[in-house]
C-alpha cells in the first residue's frame, strides 16, 4: 500500500505565501506523476497543478498561474506546492494525488491515489 500525507496548510493573509508538502510512504513504487487539486467550499475539486515523474514537465492550471510553482525531490518521495500572492478565493482543502504514470492528468482518475489533504484558509 501507498500513503501520501500533506503538510503545511493553514491561516495566512492576502498576498502572503504557503507551501504545502506531499509526503510519499509505503509502496512508493505506485507513484510516478503527481498533482494538486483543490476544493472550495460549495464547489467541485478542480486541479491546480501537477508534475511528471522526473520532474521534467509541469502542468499549473491557468487561474494560478505565475502565483502557484510545482516541484518535488524523489531522494525524499516528496512533492511541493509553492502558493503565493494568496487571494481569499484560494481558501480551500487541498489535495495531493499520485499515479503510476509518467505525466499527470487533470481529471480524477480511478487509479489515483489520494492524500486526505490540507485546509488553506486565505483572509482579507
Known amino acids: 500500500q501507498v500513503t501520501l500525507v500533506e503538510s503545511g496548510g493553514g491561516l495566512v493573509q492576502a498576498g502572503g505565501s504557503l507551501r504545502l508538502s506531499c509526503k510519499v510512504s509505503?509502496?512508493?513504487?505506485?507513484?510516478?506523476?503527481m498533482a494538486w487539486f483543490r476544493q472550495s467550499p460549495g464547489k467541485e475539486r478542480e486541479f491546480v497543478s501537477g508534475?511528471?515523474?522526473?520532474?521534467?514537465?509541469?502542468d499549473v492550471a491557468e487561474s494560478v498561474k505565475g502565483q502557484f510553482f510545482v516541484s518535488r525531490n524523489n531522494a525524499k518521495n516528496e512533492a511541493y506546492l509553492e502558493m503565493d500572492i494568496l487571494k481569499p478565493e484560494d481558501t480551500a482543502d487541498y489535495y495531493c494525488?499520485?499515479?503510476?504514470?509518467?505525466?499527470?492528468?487533470?481529471?480524477?482518475?480511478?487509479?489515483?491515489?489520494w492524500g486526505q489533504g490540507t485546509q488553506d484558509t486565505v483572509t482579507s
Open positions: 494525488a499520485g499515479r503510476d504514470r509518467d505525466y499527470p492528468s487533470q481529471s480524477e482518475e480511478d487509479d489515483t491515489t
Open positions: 509505503g509502496r512508493t513504487d505506485y507513484v510516478a506523476a
Open positions: 508534475i511528471s515523474d522526473n520532474g521534467g514537465y509541469t
